[in-house]
């Protein structure tokens, strides 16, 4: 069982960074596929980026260059560093854990965190 803890929401300005933080409990987090998802009001969750156990990564295109996902398996811990914020942005984000399956496909993740509120005013 892995338990997900994300921090680091808040309100800022357009054009503005944030950092979200997600802490997992248990021995095994180096060998998950962690991710960001986010969700906004009437949206569907939609992925935001990836890193697998290997170190790979992936974004989606919306972010692409703007956002960095990195962990660190010491810590048991996966950022989120969000640069260059647009209103888009705004939403809830979520952390999650995969073993196996495809990372943009939220059913393939096993553990979720509660989410944490970003809201990017213009």
């Known amino acids: 069982q892995v338990q997900l803890v994300e921090s680091g929401g808040g309100l800022v300005q357009a054009g503005g960074s944030l950092r979200l933080s997600c802490i997992a409990s248990g021995r095994t987090f180096s060998k998950y596929t962690m991710c960001w998802f986010r969700q906004a009001p009437g949206k569907e969750r939609e992925f935001v980026a990836a890193?697998?156990?290997?170190?790979?990564?992936y974004y989606a295109d919306s972010v692409k260059g703007r956002f960095t996902i990195s962990r660190d398996n010491a810590k048991n811990t996966v950022y989120l560093q969000m640069n260059s914020l647009k209103s888009q942005d705004t939403a809830v984000y979520y952390c999650?854990?995969?073993?196996?399956?495809?990372?943009?496909?939220?059913?393939?993740?096993?553990?979720w965190g509660q989410g944490t509120q970003v809201t990017v005013s213009s």
């Open positions: 890193i697998r156990s290997s170190g790979n990564i």
């Open positions: 999650a854990a995969q073993d196996r399956g495809n990372m943009v496909v939220s059913d393939d993740y096993d553990y």
